[in-house]
């Protein structure tokens, strides 16, 4: 619960658990991650494809990277193969 300016209470609104977010990936000629949003991957963990709803107007076609970087972070990023964008979510 939010209180507004006159000292009411209201709720707020939820938003999209794990949301995809925009994403600065540099990847190898192959395609896999050696850098994300300017730090570099240590290890590459898994990786895997998503293709679903291909029937549809609004096919999911992603191939998704779970990673260390460099800094010890972990990183889950994907790359959107319909729309040509890499995007992060929460490791």
């Not at 998704?64 to 995007?87: I, K, T």
Request: aromatic share 8%.
């Amino acid at each position: 619960m939010v209180e507004d300016s006159r000292g009411t209470s209201a709720v707020r609104p939820a938003g999209r658990i794990n949301a995809p977010r925009p994403a600065l990936v540099e990847a190898s000629p192959v395609g896999t991650p050696v850098r994300v949003n300017r730090l570099g991957v240590a290890v590459l963990r898994e990786e895997w494809r998503v293709v679903d709803r291909w029937w549809t107007d609004d096919p999911v076609d992603r191939r998704y990277f779970d990673l260390v970087l460099e800094s010890g972070q972990n990183a889950c990023v994907f790359r959107d193969e319909e729309a040509g964008c890499w995007f992060s979510q929460r490791a």
